[in-house]
T-cell receptor
Framework: DQQVKQNSPSLSVQEGRISILNCDYT??????FLWYKKYPAEGPTFLIS?????DKNEDGRFTVFLNKSAKHLSLHIVPSQPGDSAVYFC???????????????FGRGTQLTVWP | KAGVTQTPRYLIKTRGQQVTLSCSPI?????VSWYQQTPGQGLQFLFE???????NKGNFPGRFSGRQFSNSRSEMNVSTLELGDSALYLC?????????????FGQGTRLTVV
């Protein structure tokens, strides 16, 4: 039962343009969302996160938007660079046993390719 | 500050054998989680340990087990290996005692079962 879904397995974007990666979730208890970037043979690297009390969070070229009513979030990368080419995972967590994070639910990832 | 360290990086085992993977979290982090990554299923949560206690568990059979030591280092064990256990096993660490913090991942252990 996939509670976090990334419906686009791949995305190809020209350098300098905007990359938009999408993620949908089904569990209304999720209240914290994260994006990770992963290169082959490496572990995921944290990119950016957003709490459900916000609808936008920005960090340099990366912006995450959250639409709670639609249970949808997106990651915008502007401008896209060839070094951004990687697999991007969306992840979510719900409150667990009080205040702790505990467990992340991941989407299956989107392969982003940025071409010159 | 040293990152999350997983050993070994690569492992080849035969069906029926058992295997132990190790994870050293970031200094000061008391929570260690384990994930299995396969091409078809993405990252699947195995279990999480906090202060030597298993706090959360995913939907994996009992052949998958783990433990955490007093220094927060963690090991996971898979017994009676099956071909389907071939995967990248990732360990993540975090402080474990507050919300809205990110998990930091190790580079993973690539397990191949033949």
């Amino acid at each position: 039962d996939q509670q976090v879904k990334q419906n686009s397995p791949s995305l190809s974007v020209q350098e300098g343009r905007i990359s938009i990666l999408n993620c949908d979730y089904t569990n209304s208890m999720f209240d914290y969302f994260l994006w990770y970037k992963k290169y082959p043979a490496e572990g995921p690297t944290f990119l950016i996160s957003i709490s459900s009390i916000k609808d936008k969070n920005e960090d340099g070229r990366f912006t995450v938007f959250l639409n709670k009513s639609a249970k949808h979030l997106s990651l915008h990368i502007v401008p896209s660079q060839p070094g951004d080419s990687a697999v991007y995972f969306c992840a979510a967590s719900a409150p667990y046993r009080g205040s702790t994070l505990g467990r992340l639910y991941f989407g299956r990832g989107t392969q982003l390719t940025v071409w010159p | 500050k040293a990152g999350v360290t997983q050993t070994p990086r690569y492992l080849i085992k035969t069906r029926g054998q058992q295997v132990t993977l190790s994870c050293s979290p970031i200094s000061g982090h008391r929570s260690v989680s384990w994930y299995q990554q396969t091409p078809g299923q993405g990252l699947q949560f195995l279990f999480e340990y906090f202060s030597e206690t298993q706090r959360n568990k995913g939907n994996f059979p009992g052949r998958f087990s783990g433990r955490q030591f007093s220094n927060s280092r963690s090991e996971m064990n898979v017994s009676t290996l099956e071909l389907g256990d071939s995967a990248l096993y990732l360990c993540a660490s975090e402080t474990g005692d507050q919300r809205d913090t990110e998990a930091f991942f190790g580079q993973g252990t690539r397990l191949t079962v033949v």
